[in-house]
């Protein structure tokens, strides 16, 4: 459930302002996109975490969700690196 964070107005999950004061809506919809963003850039995702956590649970999720798979998928490459190096020396 949104709430407005001007008046504390719960909100329809559609709207784009508060009916009740006119306060634009921070639209809080998680996201492809951002779990990308994770992915790719880690370090720049967790510290978007721990400054949406709280505003934008969803979207936040969604970057460190983005920044597990990142970290997974680079810490894969660096094994698959060494496991192909030992390959060629022993
Ligand atoms: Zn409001």
Do not use: S
């Amino acid at each position: 459930m949104t709430v407005c964070k001007n008046c504390g107005k719960e909100l329809r999950e559609e709207a784009t302002i508060c009916p009740n004061c006119g306060t634009p809506v921070e639209k809080d919809k998680g996201g492809f996109g951002w779990g990308l963003l994770g992915c790719f850039l880690p370090f720049i995702g967790i510290i978007l975490f721990f400054v949406w956590i709280k505003k934008k649970p969803r979207t936040a999720k969604a970057i460190i969700i983005g920044v597990a798979i990142g970290l997974l998928l680079m810490y894969a490459g660096q094994m698959a690196e060494r496991l192909a190096q030992h390959g060629m020396l022993y």
